[in-house]
């Protein structure tokens, strides 16, 4: 019995290293293409207001993509964290001072989740007549960010990943795998 279990979760654990393994190499495999819009989804606020390094990180790689041409657009999407500060102002205030017209940054203060961001540029996308999305964020988070678009009808097109890495990483992936999963498993009902 006890050698059934410790099997079993031998098992689980060799599964769920594969997963993250795979957001991994999923995440960090850029897939360069035009698009009508760069999705940035938000993430924390420093007590200044201003990105922190991750979403600035974010934000720089889209700003890259933008400033090769692959996207007229870019469209950040956040909520007000426990932090105080509106994550889609504070984004666009940044890329508003890197030299990004105002003209070409979308807001939507309503993202409070990957999924609400992914609805939010869903309908925005919709109204303005943009078929295509480019996605920026963090390696670990492109998959699910991907999937969370598409699944709200949204031809992805392109994958970017912010180069940044850190210590929190050691909690995001695992998180984040358990995350795609759930997702995937939503998505796969509502189909």
Same mark, same amino acid.
């Given at each position: 019995m006890?050698k059934?279990?410790?099997?079993?979760?031998?098992?689980?654990l060799?599964?769920?290293t594969?997963?993250?393994?795979?957001?991994?190499?999923?995440?960090?495999?850029?897939?360069?293409?035009?698009?009508?819009?760069?999705?940035?989804?938000?993430?924390?606020?420093?007590?200044?207001?201003?990105p922190?390094?991750?979403?600035?990180?974010?934000?720089?790689a889209?700003?890259?993509?933008?400033?090769?041409?692959?996207?007229?657009?870019?469209?950040?999407?956040?909520?007000?964290?426990?932090?105080g500060?509106d994550e889609?102002?504070? =984004?666009?205030?940044? @890329?508003r &001072?890197? +030299? *990004?017209?105002? %003209? /070409?940054?979308?807001?939507d203060s309503?993202?409070?989740?990957?999924?609400?961001?992914?609805?939010?540029?869903?309908?925005i996308?919709?109204?303005?007549?943009w078929?295509?999305?480019?996605?920026?964020?963090?390696?670990?988070?492109?998959?699910? =960010?991907?999937?969370? @678009?598409? &699944?709200? +009808? *949204?031809?992805? %097109? /392109?994958?970017?990943?912010?180069?940044y890495?850190e210590w929190?990483?050691?909690?995001?992936?695992?998180?984040?795998a358990?995350g795609?999963?759930?997702?995937?498993l939503?998505?796969?009902?509502?189909?």
């Amino acid at each position: 019995m006890l050698k059934n279990l410790l099997y079993l979760l031998a098992a689980l654990l060799a599964a769920w290293t594969l997963a993250c393994a795979a957001l991994v190499l999923d995440g960090v495999h850029d897939q360069l293409a035009p698009a009508d819009v760069i999705v940035v989804p938000g993430n924390t606020i420093a007590p200044d207001g201003t990105p922190s390094p991750r979403l600035q990180a974010r934000l720089d790689a889209a700003l890259a993509a933008y400033r090769e041409r692959l996207a007229p657009r870019i469209l950040v999407s956040g909520a007000t964290g426990k932090e105080g500060f509106d994550e889609a102002v504070s =984004m666009a205030a940044y @890329l508003r &001072r890197q +030299g *990004v017209p105002a %003209s /070409a940054i979308v807001e939507d203060s309503q993202g409070w989740t990957t999924g609400a961001t992914a609805h939010n540029a869903a309908a925005i996308m919709a109204s303005h007549g943009w078929r295509s999305a480019m996605v920026a964020t963090q390696y670990f988070h492109v998959p699910r =960010m991907r999937l969370a @678009l598409q &699944r709200a +009808g *949204v031809h992805v %097109s /392109a994958q970017i990943h912010a180069p940044y890495v850190e210590w929190r990483d050691l909690y995001s992936l695992p998180r984040e795998a358990a995350g795609f999963a759930l997702y995937y498993l939503r998505s796969m009902q509502l189909t």
